[in-house]
């Protein structure tokens, strides 16, 4: 395929922050608090404000809630926790039924692209992980990343539970590249429009019911030319 097979529709990035509170019937208030620090934080990214032209990033909250009704309808700590969401401009999918959040995360971004168009990248951020006070971070990734065409998919590390391969490496600059066979924990990273639309217009195996599809990324950006790092 030639590369503007993949032109996006839109310049930027969507960001699915992935929340998970099946059989919690009463909605986790202590944690909603943390949730919407998170997605603050991310909103004070500079890349939110940037004066480029036509460049598009948005937020959407994805949650995978069941089918008891008591965990949406009339709770109050919800409607309050959806009411500041649309307050802050950032989009939800409430999803009523038990899916692995592989499935989850997949069908909010198809149904974002359906309403907004494509992006040039795709992140997903499970809930709880915190950006640093740096707010230049999510602009640098996505220069670095429009600046190499080779990379399909990156992880974004936590300060702890990142599980690297022996000798693990790397700089802004030269980002170090996760080869078939090794594997590196996944609580956020970002992907292509061209690895979006090549595994019919998903960014996660969904097979997995948890999150055990790490090992998976290297092949899959193999198989079209590219490079997870």
């Known amino acids: 395929m030639k590369s503007n097979d993949h032109k996006a529709d839109n310049k930027g990035i969507l960001i699915v ?3 998970c509170t099946l059989n919690l019937p009463d909605y986790p ?3 909603l608090g943390r949730w919407m620090g998170d997605v603050k934080k991310i909103l004070s990214q500079d890349i939110f404000s940037s004066t480029e032209k036509k460049l598009k990033c948005k937020i959407v909250v994805c949650e995978c809630r069941g089918v008891d009704e008591r965990a949406w309808s009339s709770n109050p700590v919800f409607i309050e926790w959806l009411d500041e969401l ?22 909010t971004i198809k149904e974002i692209v359906k309403i907004n168009g494509t992006y ?6 499970s809930s709880g992980l915190r ?10 990734i996505y220069e670095l990343l429009k600046s190499n065409s080779n990379i399909c998919r990156a992880s974004l590390l936590g300060s702890d539970d ?9 700089t802004q600059e030269d980002p170090y590249v996760i080869l078939p066979g ?14 979006f639309e090549s595994f019919d217009r998903c960014i996660r195996p969904d097979l997995y019911v948890g999150n055990g599809s790490e090992n998976s990324f290297p092949y899959m950006a ?3 030319g590219k490079q997870s790092v």
């Open 120 to 125: 040039e990248y795709y992140m997903y951020w």
């Open 182 to 195: 090794l594997t590196v924990n996944d609580h956020c990273s970002i992907y292509s429009n061209e690895f």
């Open 29 to 31: 208030s202590v944690q």
């Open 86 to 107: 649309k307050d802050k401009g950032v989009g939800y999918n409430l999803i009523k039924q038990y899916l692995p959040f592989g499935q989850a995360v997949n069908h």
């Open 17 to 19: 922050y992935n929340t």
């Open 222 to 224: 193999s198989s079209i």
């Open 131 to 140: 950006i640093g006070d740096d707010v230049g971070q999510l602009h640098r």
């Open 162 to 170: 990142n599980a690297p391969p022996e000798n693990f490496e790397y």
